[in-house]
């Protein structure tokens, strides 16, 4: 059948399509693309209601008065309490699925729960365009709460799935971020001028066609993987992934969890108090003024991204320290924000408030996938479930907390809490020092094994590149350490560990052992291990 007006046959465009999918390079592209445009409309849903729900609730109260009047009740205490709750109500949601749904992940698999995440999330978006009470708005937020519990972890794990050299997935998840951050500051005023030229529900139709876009695509990129699974399940080589209480359990992905909690306390404490705060400057500021309070913060947390990409390729043994230095920049951040007086001043500690969260989540999310790569199984729905159940909690605890602070002891102390609490946590980040030795040698001692021995289990990639379990050598000369030298084959790995004879004389030895006797003999388990580390 051939395209009218053109010369193309049908059927080999759609063939020339699948083979453009089935690449790899093109498939990681895609999923990046996917993953971003299912991040974005999760956070402009989020953040999009902000300058829509209380005016819009506050007019369908008031039918009978005037603007203005209309307009005076829109910043009652009543009215930010209802905001704070609907705020909080996502996240609380969010929180109690996450543990479900990154099970569900490391079960199904990544697109099944993405496709379930993304068309609850079209739902939502539906209901917040139709509904016309509160009681609707908070069934619509907590729909959306169950979608993104699906969606982001599915999303998350997608990416650290495809992208499986540390470079690569650090750059990738932090596209990702920046996707986050757009969508999370840009809502607002897309939102305000949507809502004020075309009515309630065109920002919301806008929201809805993204979703359905995004399902198609994800529907097309990800057949290929829908088959390889099925393969891989038939022949029963499909990988198990680590309970997610057994991933609580590990006190360095543990580490990580509260420190994007902790990252996110700031954000999710300003954001439902600094209105309150900013009317209460002589001269009064316009309503235009606050819904672009946060907008140009999105160019620092950009920059944030980029530079912890960039450091993290040149020093990624240093990842926990840039995470530290971020977290660090938030707190001081936080303590000069009382002393604004003006939009202008106000734009400086936002921006390196933002800058420091986006050093933050770009540091210890690719650290999240590393840490399960070499100490667990790579599969990572349940650890991005966790890194997902941190942002919840700081979400679900920050509307509600925030408001009762601030009524009670006023702003300044809340942003001294919050100063308080993010340099406390700084130090504990210097436990995780170490972690990055996972593969170099055997530099563990007796009284601390596990920080730098790599797990000994069998680690699978779900993405097909590797079938069988990794052996020790591969896990030698793989990550940050030979950045260049992934999945080396035995007899390379023995190469190059006799080049290094002098600084790893003992690996070396054992890895040409093994190497030579490979084609020969079949190893156990136990004596690999004893070959490489001795023990």
Not at 157 to 186: H, P
Request: aromatic residues 12%.
């Amino acid at each position: 059948m051939k395209v009218p007006l053109t010369n193309f046959d049908t059927d080999n465009i759609k063939l020339y399509v699948e083979r453009k999918i089935n690449r790899p390079e093109s498939q990681c592209t895609m999923v990046l693309i996917v993953v971003s445009m299912a991040l974005l409309l999760d956070n402009m849903l989020y953040m999009v209601i902000v300058p829509i729900v209380p005016h819009y609730m506050d007019y369908m109260k008031n039918k009978g008065q005037s603007n203005n009047e209309s307009m005076s009740m829109m910043h009652t205490e009543e009215g930010n309490t209802q905001m704070g709750l609907l705020f909080a109500c996502k996240a609380i949601v969010q929180l109690l699925i996450n543990p479900l749904s990154g099970t569900v992940i490391d079960r199904i698999g990544y697109d099944i729960p993405m496709m379930i995440g993304l068309i609850i999330i079209f739902v939502s978006t539906s209901a917040f365009a139709f509904g016309q009470t509160l009681e609707v708005m908070f069934l619509a937020r907590g729909l959306q709460g169950v979608g993104s519990a699906f969606a982001d972890t599915s999303g998350l794990a997608m990416i650290a799935d495809r992208f499986t050299e540390e470079s690569s997935r650090t750059t990738a998840l932090g596209i990702a971020l920046a996707f986050i951050s757009f969508g999370s500051l840009v809502a607002p005023p897309f939102g305000a001028v949507l809502y004020q030229y075309c009515g309630k529900e065109f920002p919301f139709f806008c929201l809805a066609f993204i979703a359905l876009l995004d399902g198609f695509l994800l529907m097309m990129i990800m057949k290929p993987v829908r088959l390889e699974r099925r393969e891989m399940k038939a022949e029963g080589n499909l990988p198990k992934g680590t309970p997610i209480q057994k991933l609580f359990m590990d006190p360095y992905i543990a580490i990580c969890a509260g420190t994007l909690a902790i990252a996110n306390v700031s954000l999710a404490f300003l954001e439902p108090t600094i209105t309150s705060w900013m009317l209460s400057w002589r001269p009064v500021p316009s309503e235009s003024a606050i819904g672009l309070i946060w907008l140009p913060a999105f160019f620092p947390h950009v920059a944030g991204v980029f530079v912890t990409v960039k450091l993290a390729a040149k020093y990624p043994q240093y990842q926990w320290l840039m995470a530290g230095i971020g977290l660090a920049l938030e707190g001081i951040s936080c303590i000069f924000i009382p002393f604004c007086s003006n939009f202008g001043y106000l734009m400086i500690p936002i921006s390196l408030l933002c800058f420091g969260i986006a050093l933050v989540d770009t540091a210890i999310l690719p650290t999240l996938g590393y840490l399960v790569d070499t100490r667990h199984v790579s599969v990572y729905g349940s650890v991005y479930a966790i890194a997902d159940i941190s942002y919840s909690l700081a979400y679900a605890i920050g509307p509600i907390v925030a408001g009762s602070i601030v009524s009670t002891i006023g702003f300044t102390s809340l942003n001294i809490i919050v100063f308080v609490v993010s340099i406390a946590y700084c130090p504990v980040l210097y436990l995780m020092r170490n972690i990055y030795q996972f593969g170099i040698t055997k530099l563990a001692t007796d009284q601390d094994p596990e920080i730098i021995r790599p797990s000994r289990k069998k680690s699978y990639l779900m993405n097909g590149t590797s079938l069988e379990a990794k052996n020790l050598e591969n896990i030698h000369y793989q990550n940050h350490i030979e950045p260049n030298s992934h999945d080396f084959p035995v007899e390379q790995a023995s190469l190059i560990a006799k080049s290094h004879e002098q600084s790893y004389n003992s690996t070396a030895t054992n890895s040409q052992i093994y190497s030579q006797n490979k084609s020969s003999s079949n190893f156990s388990s136990e004596e690999i291990r004893k070959n490489q580390y001795g023990y």
